[in-house]
């Protein structure tokens, strides 16, 4: 494995949050990354910081996005065009707290059988419990193994550095990380991170997951998630994970 790490940044006209992702990223030490943004945005804000910044740094390309309103579709345009192994998609309301955070990733995915390397996550302005800070909490615990992937059990993409060429399954939206990660992970062994962490924002009006009904949505596509010969989660895992959202819906529906 070398120094070299391709880093997608999907943006969408939230140009202070993509400063942010993009600054994060140019300054990491020790890798030569080559930063894709790719672009769903109607105006011309991240496409014009996307020049400033190549014009400064030099490997900073710009793409249109495909503009399908399909997220996953976006992030996989940048993973087309990546030149590098080792990749990483870091969403506009995630940058990464530490500068050595993509070096120690490159480290870890060095050593033979490991496909993936994940550090910590640190979940900034929100105001109640995240499941990122769940994530957190629970990986201490013998049963982190069973419960994690239930909620997302490494946190956002953008802590997640992986090899090969692959791409999200743009049939899922609540779970499209969570599936990702699992068929990653059928080809090698993950590697932790620690010590080094990616902030996120969580509960903002400009996340995707503000616009849905991610229970009842999560629900239904954990039906999809369960089937064919390799599932990301197993039958175990799902039937409680199952459970656990109904139950959390009629909580919420009791509560209104």
Not at 110 to 128: I, L, N, Y
Not at 229 to 254: D, E, G, K, N, V
């Amino acid at each position: 494995m070398t120094d070299q790490i391709s880093v997608v940044i999907p943006a969408y006209e939230s140009d202070h949050l993509f400063r942010q992702a993009l600054d994060s990223v140019i300054a990491q030490e020790g890798v030569e990354a080559e930063i894709i943004v790719t672009d769903d945005s109607a105006s011309a804000r991240i496409a014009d910081l996307t020049a400033a910044a190549s014009r400064r740094h030099g490997a900073v390309r710009w793409l249109q996005g495909p503009r399908s309103g399909v997220a996953a579709e976006n992030w996989n345009h940048g993973l087309s065009h990546a030149r590098f192994p080792a990749k990483v998609v870091l969403h506009q309301d995630e940058r990464y707290v530490d500068p050595q955070f993509l070096r120690r990733a490159l480290e870890a995915l060095a050593k033979p059988g490991v496909a993936a390397a994940a550090g910590g996550v640190q979940v900034t302005g929100v105001t109640r419990a995240s499941r990122f800070g769940v994530v957190a909490a629970l990986r201490r615990f013998p049963c982190a193994k069973v419960v994690l992937p239930m909620i997302n059990w490494l946190g956002p993409t953008g802590a997640f550095v992986f090899t090969g060429d692959h791409r999200f399954d743009a049939a899922f939206v609540q779970l499209v990380d969570v599936e990702f990660y699992g068929r990653v992970l059928r080809r090698g062994r993950l590697a932790a991170l620690p010590g080094v962490s990616v902030a996120s924002l969580g509960h903002h009006p400009e996340s995707i997951t503000a616009r849905i009904d991610g229970d009842a949505l999560a629900l239904a596509e954990l039906e999809i998630l369960g089937r064919g010969p390799a599932p990301a989660i197993s039958p175990f895992q799902r039937a409680i994970f199952r459970a656990a959202l109904r139950a959390r819906m009629r909580l919420r529906r009791a509560a209104r």
